[in-house]
């Protein structure tokens, strides 16, 4: 049985409008995928394309994509650091409702979002692996 919290591969791509795309290829767990697209984060990419363009905002599920999670596939792009391009769970999030939240990268947040929800089941009479 497959463990919700495996690595995958996932590819980034976000419309920037007339500015442009936004791409990357990289890999993390499934949940925190789902974790950030659910959570509706606002992900600040930076001035990607210049000074004064800002681009932030939600990221829905056609933005990232899932590639595969097959281990080879995910052996190879360890071994010859084949992660490329831009990584949303590098950057910070903004406008968050949590005071706890600022200053705090969109991984670190997805991981006490992780941790939150784990407590949560666990309170409730289960586990995480029913």
Same mark, same amino acid.
């Given at each position: /049985?497959?463990? &919700?919290? @495996?690595?995958?591969?996932? $590819?980034?791509?976000?419309?920037c409008g007339r500015e442009g795309h936004l791409? +990357?290829?990289?890999?993390?767990? @499934?949940? =925190?995928? $789902?974790?950030?697209?659910?959570? $509706? ?8 394309? +210049?000074? =004064?363009?800002?681009?932030? +905002? ?8 899932? &590639? ?7 052996? &190879?792009?360890?071994? =010859? ?5 831009i990584n949303s769970f590098g950057y910070p999030a903004i406008k968050t *409702?949590?005071?706890?939240? @600022? ?6 947040? &997805?991981?006490?979002?992780? *941790? @939150?929800? /784990?407590? $949560?089941?666990?309170?409730? +009479? ?5």
């Amino acid at each position: /049985m497959k463990k &919700v919290n @495996e690595k995958a591969v996932y $590819k980034l791509n976000v419309s920037c409008g007339r500015e442009g795309h936004l791409t +990357g290829l990289f890999l993390a767990k @499934e949940n =925190h995928v $789902k974790l950030l697209i659910e959570s $509706k984060l606002q992900v600040d990419f930076g001035e990607q394309f +210049g000074k =004064h363009s800002q681009i932030y +905002g939600e990221l829905e599920e056609k933005d990232i994509v899932f &590639v595969s999670d097959s281990q080879d596939v995910i052996d &190879v792009i360890e071994t =010859h650091e084949l992660e490329n391009g831009i990584n949303s769970f590098g950057y910070p999030a903004i406008k968050t *409702k949590r005071l706890d939240f @600022e200053d705090l990268t969109i991984l670190e947040i &997805v991981e006490i979002l992780e *941790k @939150e929800n /784990m407590k $949560k089941i666990t309170v409730n +009479g289960r586990t995480g692996n029913d």
